[in-house]
């Protein structure tokens, strides 16, 4: 009986530090694409806000949009420059306190935004979350059985129940 035997072929698992090499070559790869498109961007001045309410108090200032205490501020000129306002303060309560009159505010278009974005969820959620998490994984630790079962293997002590 002449049975064909093959021989063993098993699959070469890849190295764990070959699996760890090609990941941080391909995460290089992504930044180093994303940095290139990302500096595409045109550049965007900063502004202080009180160099801000003399613009407007000129009138050089044709929109303003408020995210939160970001300001995105588009010049008559067509420029554009960024600014920060206070937290806790409202935008026109800021430019009174700086001085510039209701009717130059008013002269000028101003679009409020409500802020956005993965951040911004992260900002509101963490807080909750992460005790949660904390308490969760101290239950899971010290109540589940496999864990349990490997540290006294660890051990090297066995207590039954």
Known sequence: ????????????????????????????????????????????????????????EVGEVKKIQVAGEKLSVELSDGSLRKAKKEREASLSESFSNLGVSPDKLAQTEIVIESESGFGFFLLNILPFAIPIIFILLFFWFKYSPVLQKQINQLHGINFSI
């Not at 009986?1 to 290089?28: A, W």
């Open 1 to 56: 009986m002449g049975k064909n035997k093959k021989p063993n072929q098993k699959m070469k698992t890849p190295k764990f530090s070959n699996l760890i090499l090609t990941s941080l070559l391909i995460l290089m790869v992504i930044t180093a694409l994303y940095s290139v498109v990302s500096q595409e961007t045109k550049k965007v001045e900063d502004i202080s806000i009180s160099e801000l309410a003399k613009k407007l």
